[in-house]
């Protein structure tokens, strides 16, 4: 349960006001001709730019459940923590109020150029370094979510879900952009909706955690 919620946490991420418009200037960054060559490097490209925020997202997952480790005797002080910091990040997605640097939207450059693979992985290291308002509150949640399990390979491998979550969507839009822009344009037109249940999320998996319900869960499931 707790993979599946930070790995949905990264597709909600992926699909956020401040990534998803933005993803054909990636795709340009990826790839930028046609032909199978160009498909081929697109795809390479893309899959590097993941790598490279992976390893940022892992290391930072096993700096979270390596300080919830350290905390392991205030166990209900860390989940009631960081779960009102949950709780708040989704009051502010579901619109009850606004956390000003949660909405700050980057844009990668207007004159990027096609990118070879060294260069890629580079791009998405400066993306998980960089980028954090971008990914702000959802990164922010699966972190926290990582300390308050006090496992130092169980808060890596809930960023590895997280890394995926946002990842796979980007591999695959890099190789069917075409294909996905119906879809697109459907989450464009009802952004307001998705965020107001992506907050509705938040605030739920915040309670669930301060009032210890979260941990009994986990551990019935183990």
């Known amino acids: 349960m707790q993979y599946f919620i930070t790995f949905l946490e990264?597709?909600?991420?992926?699909?956020?006001?401040?990534?998803?418009?933005?993803?054909p200037m990636y795709i340009l960054y990826f790839g930028g001709d046609q032909?199978?060559?160009?498909?081929?490097?697109?795809?390479?490209?893309?899959?590097?730019?993941?790598?490279?925020?992976?390893?940022?997202?892992?290391?930072?997952?096993?700096?979270?459940?390596?300080l919830g480790s350290l905390l392991n005797d205030h166990t209900q002080t860390v989940n009631i923590l960081t779960g009102a910091v949950v709780t708040v990040f989704g009051l502010h997605y579901a619109g009850i109020f606004r956390i000003g640097?949660?909405?700050?939207?980057?844009?990668?450059?207007?004159?990027?150029?096609?990118?070879?693979?060294?260069?890629?992985?580079?791009?998405?290291?400066v993306f998980a370094v960089g980028w954090s308002p971008c990914t702000g509150a959802f990164l922010g949640s699966a972190m926290l979510l990582a300390?308050?399990?006090?496992?130092?390979?169980?808060?890596?491998?809930?960023?590895l879900?997280?890394?995926?979550?946002?990842?796979?969507?980007?591999?695959?839009?890099?190789?069917?952009?075409?294909?996905?822009?119906?879809?697109?344009?459907?989450?464009?037109?009802?952004y307001q909706t998705i965020n107001r249940v992506c907050g509705v999320f938040l605030i739920a998996t915040g309670i669930l955690m301060m009032t210890g319900v979260f941990s009994k869960l986990m551990n019935l499931l183990r």
């Open 101 to 125: 640097f949660l909405d700050k939207t980057l844009k990668p450059r207007s004159d990027i150029r096609p990118a070879g693979a060294v260069s890629a992985f580079l791009f998405g290291i």
């Open 35 to 66: 032909g199978r060559n160009g498909r081929d490097r697109t795809l390479r490209n893309a899959c590097m730019f993941t790598a490279g925020f992976t390893v940022v997202f892992a290391l930072l997952g096993l700096f979270a459940g390596t």
């Open 161 to 190: 879900c997280y890394s995926l979550g946002l990842g796979i969507p980007f591999v695959l839009c890099a190789v069917l952009i075409d294909k996905f822009k119906n879809a697109f344009d459907y989450i464009k037109k009802h």
């Open 147 to 159: 300390a308050s399990q006090a496992s130092r390979i169980t808060g890596m491998v809930l960023l």
């Open 10 to 23: 990264g597709i909600i991420t992926f699909i956020s006001p401040c990534i998803l418009p933005m993803i």
